[in-house]
């Protein structure tokens, strides 16, 4: 059963899976639907819609606007926003206070066991790939390789990460090398990838 303070606004039409745990004030939209085992920080918010994969840790006061969608083991750190409004204005071109009608929502799109750093902002509609990670402050606007680190106004890639979260280091033959797993990943045309699932297939770097 998931565990839910009492001070949390959690919709009724809201899906909430085995073990997640939502904290104190924070808010979970109509239709959201977060995984099994999650854990919502104090004063998160989830909107209308948003898709959370299982596993999944959003710290306190991260704004996951709809339509998000978060695959399993994504982490979201304390007060990073995730933004659903390419133009974003108050008023219509008359004056008018926006309604519903008068914008289409877009979102971000976050791959398996990615981060983002606190107060980072993903700028909708851009996809983090799975595994990369997003430092801390950070504005990113265009998408995200898997398995990259990216930092910076606007973000730029640093370099590359492996599933433990530590930066790569790079051998004398051309691959990535993990010092937490010794995992080995190879480069090719601007991605990465785990060595074995290159095996027997046409890439070259």
């Known amino acids: 059963m998931p565990g839910i303070a009492d001070s949390a606004d959690v919709a009724e039409t809201a899906n909430i899976g085995e073990g997640t745990r939502i904290w104190h004030l924070a808010q979970i939209r109509e239709e959201a639907a977060l995984g099994k085992n999650c854990n919502v920080g104090r004063g998160a918010y989830v909107g209308p819609g948003v898709r959370v994969g299982d596993n999944c840790k959003l710290q306190n006061y991260a704004l996951v606007y709809e339509p998000a969608c978060l695959a399993d083991g994504v982490f979201v750190g304390p007060a990073a926003v995730l933004t659903n409004d390419l133009h974003p204005r108050a008023i ?114």
Do not use: F, H, M, N
């Open 92 to 205: 219509t071109p008359d004056g008018l206070l926006k309604g519903a009608d008068d914008w289409e929502a877009v979102g971000v799109t976050v791959g398996t066991g990615a981060s983002i750093g606190a107060r980072a902002v993903c700028v909708a509609p851009v996809c983090i790939g799975e595994w990369a990670t997003v430092a801390a402050g950070a504005v990113v606007t265009k998408d995200v390789p898997a398995y990259a680190v990216v930092a910076g106004v606007p973000a730029r890639q640093l370099g590359w990460v492996g599933e433990a979260g530590v930066p790569l280091k790079q051998d004398g033959g051309g691959s990535w090398l993990c010092p937490v797993t010794g995992r080995r990943y190879i480069e090719a045309r601007g991605q990465l990838l785990p060595q074995e699932t290159l095996e027997g297939e046409p890439w070259s770097a």
